[in-house]
């Protein structure tokens, strides 16, 4: 592609990476709210759950603590794969196309799992999920080598 046209791409493959970070802040949003009304309806102090295992025990719904710490799970190796895209100038369509593929079965399986949390849906979603994230980095690995 033409200079211009390969600059588009390069600038346009840092926005799923950005909208990767609009996710997890909104399900960072969406747990502390959850918790800060189920503190407030259940008159929880904070200190009584100042550990992992006093929240479980005083506060049970975990579905959006669970997710935001599986953001950061395989999705860093999604944000890896966008700077090796970067750095070493193979951010084309194709590539693009699954980054932003990626980008919208973690927003799938993040709904599921803040909401009615099927595990079977969620764990179809996120083993496709998978398959995208190895399919970038086969991509990265082959486009390198050559």
């Not at 904070?46 to 953001?71: E, G, V």
């Amino acid at each position: 592609p033409t200079t211009k046209v390969r600059s588009m791409i390069n600038t346009a493959f840092f926005l799923p990476a950005f909208a990767m970070v609009l996710l997890t802040f909104c399900v960072m949003i969406r747990m502390l709210t959850g918790r800060i009304a189920e503190m407030k309806a259940n008159n929880i102090h904070p200190q009584s759950i100042a550990t992992s295992a006093a929240l479980i025990a005083k506060m049970p719904d975990t579905r959006a603590s669970d997710n935001f710490r599986n953001l950061f799970e395989t999705p860093v190796l999604f944000y890896a794969a966008m700077l090796f895209a970067q750095a070493t100038s193979q951010a084309g369509q194709v590539l693009l196309a699954l980054a932003w593929l990626y980008v919208v079965l973690r927003v799938v399986h993040s709904i599921i799992q803040c909401s009615y949390n099927k595990v079977m849906h969620r764990f179809y979603v996120f083993f496709t999920s998978v398959w995208v994230l190895l399919g970038i980095w086969v991509m990265l690995a082959v486009g390198y080598i050559r």
